[in-house]
């Protein structure tokens, strides 16, 4: 139930970060993400204490897919409308 719960969230998450930040680093997280919920997995069926390492490194993982999102949707906005792209200028720093 937990994992059918999450996966919706996981996968718009994934699929943002990855559309408009960056597709490698959105795969490695994603990656990241399943293991995390494999350690939740295993977890849960030995013991209930032991499954809070595997949830809280997908939970992790999730909120820095949705940041990771949100910037690069808010760079797209600002490069479409105003005109200017924080991640190039980034890129040209260093």
Known sequence: ?????FYPVFIITLWMAGW???QVFATCL???YIYGRHL???GYSEAAKKRI???RLSLGILALLTLL?????????M???LD??????LRRQF
Do not use: R
């Open 20 to 22: 408009y930040f960056n």
């Open 69 to 77: 999102g949100a910037l690069g949707i808010a760079n797209s906005f």
């Open 84 to 89: 200017l792209n924080i991640a190039k200028k």
């Open 40 to 42: 939740y997995f295993w």
């Open 1 to 5: 139930q937990n994992c059918v719960e």
């Open 53 to 55: 390492t595997g949830f």
């Open 30 to 32: 994603g990656l990241m």
């Open 79 to 81: 490069d479409e409308y």
